[in-house]
């Protein structure tokens, strides 16, 4: 399993950012994927999830209303567009993939596939 997260940047408070995460090695359309953040001397978090067929997601209080999840199945692709951007949102923002969906899209765990992250920093 192969993920590969693209799209992170230095944007001003109020700004937008739409990441991108490119798959390869599995069976894509099988999974459901995931966006996790972990800002400095914090613990990992969750963020959003689609599930396979991308009929269902989750999104963390923290972003509901800002950020939104979507996949490509065909182009092997999951999304975040991230409006409205805090401070707060600055960490480095990893996609994850997971063959069970968790009640509601709400993962308090982590999922067991990861990629190399990117850097997202919010700030004037």
């Known amino acids: 399993v192969q993920l590969q997260a693209s799209g992170g940047g230095l944007v001003q408070p109020g700004g937008s950012l739409r990441l991108s995460c490119a798959a390869s090695g599995f069976h894509f359309s099988n999974y459901h994927l995931g966006w996790f953040r972990q800002a400095p001397g914090k613990e990992r978090e969750f963020v959003a999830s689609?599930?396979?067929?991308?009929?269902?997601?989750g999104v963390a209080d923290s972003v509901k209303g800002r950020f939104t999840i979507s996949r490509d199945n065909t182009k092997k692709q999951v999304f975040l567009q991230m409006n409205s951007l805090k401070p707060e949102d600055t960490a480095v923002y990893y996609c994850?993939?997971?063959?069970?969906?968790?009640?509601?899209?709400?993962?308090?765990?982590?999922?067991?596939?990861w990629g190399k992250g990117t850097q997202v920093t919010v700030s004037s």
């Open positions: 994850a993939a997971d063959d069970t969906w968790v009640a509601g899209g709400i993962y308090s765990r982590t999922m067991p596939h």
């Open positions: 689609i599930k396979s067929g991308g009929l269902s997601r």
